[in-house]
């Protein structure tokens, strides 16, 4: 389903080669974060003072480990969505502004996966 | 070559920029919310060593708890909580935007005074809540 008109969906397709999906997706996860960082923020409030134990046994439970590799991959994902309108914005030579999309996109994957087999290790330990 | 390989860069002047402008509110709040976006976009290594740490080892996470429970580790995590709340009060202010709503001068500055002020009041709120919970 597509809430866009033909004439929508070609329009502004000039040299960056795509259109509104970027700033459309960013509010659908944007919309996803804000009870993902509700539950977050309770989660290391939960967690204040706790040793490595306690942490890992709270991860290791299912409902608690899939929401907060979830809430990771939706803050990641948004992270990468602004960073690079930031980027677009201010960094203009082509070399520079590659370099610095690639790093984003280098940075942000780096974090989900390091997160993501943080989450999988306890979960599997527990 | 006609008339047209003449051409120089005229002196028009350029669009006006932020320097032009008298400061206000709003245009403060904008910017806050790209700053406080990207200082959040390095906090998260924080999280992640966070989370690494306890996967890794009863040592790593000893280090990191060390880090965030000292003074300057807490500075950082409050400067931390500030902005996840600041950002995320202005992306439901710009999602209330994105329905259309909310473009009228009065309700755009409230917004942005409840941005600023929600943003302080619950953030001391949670490191309150916390300060009670770890005494």
């Known amino acids: 389903m597509t809430m866009r008109t033909p004439l929508g969906k070609v329009r502004g397709l000039g040299s960056a080669k795509s259109g509104a999906e970027h700033w459309l997706l960013e509010r659908v996860v944007a919309l996803a974060n804000l009870p993902l960082n509700i539950f977050l ?8 003072g706790a040793d490595r134990a306690m942490v890992a ?33 201010y960094v203009h030579g082509p070399t520079a502004k590659f370099t610095l999309l690639l790093l984003n996109s280098a940075y942000t994957l780096i974090l989900g996966v390091a997160a993501i087999s ?7 330990a527990s | ?11 028009r002047p350029l669009s006006p920029h932020l320097q032009i402008y008298r400061p206000m509110l709003t245009m403060m709040m904008s910017i806050m919310h790209r700053i406080t976006g990207g200082a959040l976009y390095f906090g998260v290594l924080l999280l992640v060593w966070w989370l690494s740490a306890a996967a890794f080892s ?7 708890q060390s880090v965030f429970g000292h003074w ?3 500075i950082v995590l409050a400067g931390f ?11 439901i202010r710009h999602l209330i935007w994105d329905t259309g709503r909310g473009f009228d001068p009065g309700m755009i500055e409230w917004m942005a005074r409840a941005n600023l002020a929600g943003s302080i009041i619950l953030t001391i709120a949670l490191w309150v809540v916390a300060w009670g919970m770890l005494q």
Not at chain 1, 65 to 79: D, K, N, Q, T, Y
Request: aromatic letters at 6%; hydrophobic letters at 60%.
């Open chain 1, 41 to 48: 923020v309770i989660f290391i409030l939960g967690h204040l």
């Open chain 1, 57 to 89: 046994a709270s991860v290791g439970h299912p409902v608690v480990g899939a929401l907060l590799a979830v809430s990771l991959i939706a803050i990641l994902w948004h992270m990468k969505l602004g960073m690079r309108t930031i980027i677009e914005d």
């Open chain 1, 118 to 124: 943080a989450i999988l290790t306890m979960s599997f």
């Open chain 2, 1 to 11: 070559m006609g008339i047209m390989a003449e051409t120089k860069p005229a002196a």
């Open chain 2, 58 to 64: 009863g040592s790593q996470f000893n280090q990191a």
């Open chain 2, 72 to 74: 300057l580790g807490m």
């Open chain 2, 81 to 91: 909580t500030w902005a996840l709340i600041h950002h995320t009060l202005g992306g």
